[in-house]
T-cell receptor
Framework: DTAVSQTPKYLVTQMGNDKSIKCEQN?????MYWYKQDSKKFLKIMFS???????INETVPNRFSPKSPDKAHLNLHINSLELGDSAVYFC????????????????FGPGTRLTVL | LAKTTQPISMDSYEGQEVNITCSHN???????ITWYQQFPSQGPRFIIQ???TKVTNEVASLFIPADRKSSTLSLPRVSLSDTAVYYC???????????FGQGTTLQVKP
């Protein structure tokens, strides 16, 4: 069983288009995340949702809009794609969010490689 | 948030023990030290986490001195399949937020 899944795995599109990446987790986790990994392999957090509520938004352009229809899904919609959006996007989930004094590991999906031409 | 510094790359041979050291001079009281592993074309995978002293699991050991300003990930008897990027992170238990650095690319040779 795949714990965190993302679709599509590869996405090639033209500048200016709008695209979505879907993420689903079957771990029963409360918190989900989106990360961007650029060509230099730096992983940066973009968003975090806890129980369908946005809790982290790392100054990402508002062309990026996460949507969480339920606790198991966190989709990423990107409007007006730009060349600089080309990267690998990772979805992740964890069991418990902050405030408990405990940190729980994040489980990452396989990634979606987005190429903007 | 505490910044981490670790070597960009390391080479090793199969069967050797590999130690990757990470510096985190500004670590706060509520921060945990966490290591992730990333294989090519895959998402990062949690390896180990600790607060102080030594933690061991089936994959690795984590050594943290008393001042907690550094930590060492120890991989016993590496194999070719341990070739990956290893990220050292300092995670606040208040936010749970992961800040990834550039990681250490470990190349295991036959």
């Amino acid at each position: 069983d795949t714990a965190v899944s993302q679709t599509p795995k590869y996405l090639v599109t033209q500048m200016g288009n709008d695209k979505s990446i879907k993420c689903e987790q079957n771990l029963g986790h409360d918190t989900m995340y989106w990360y961007k990994q650029d060509s230099k392999k730096f992983l940066k957090i973009m968003f975090s949702y806890n129980n369908k509520e946005l809790i982290i938004n790392e100054t990402v352009p508002n062309r990026f809009s996460p949507k969480s229809p339920d606790k198991a899904h966190l989709n990423l919609h990107i409007n007006s794609l730009e060349l600089g959006d080309s990267a690998v996007y990772f979805c992740a989930s964890s069991q418990e969010f902050s405030g408990t004094g405990l940190y729980n590991e994040q489980f990452f999906g396989p990634g979606t490689r987005l190429t903007v031409l | 948030l505490a910044k981490t510094t670790q070597p960009i790359s390391m080479d090793s041979y199969e069967g050797q023990e590999v130690n990757i050291t990470c510096s985190h001079n500004n670590i706060a009281t509520n921060d945990y030290i966490t290591w992730y592993q990333q294989f090519p074309s895959q998402g990062p995978r949690f390896i180990i986490q600790g607060y102080k002293t030594k933690v061991t699991n089936e994959v690795a050991s984590l050594f943290i001195p008393a001042d907690r300003k550094s930590s060492t990930l120890s991989l016993p008897r590496v194999s070719l399949s341990d070739t990956a990027v290893y990220y050292c992170l300092v995670v606040s238990s208040n936010t749970g937020k992961l800040i990834f650095g550039q990681g250490t690319t470990l190349q295991v040779k036959p």
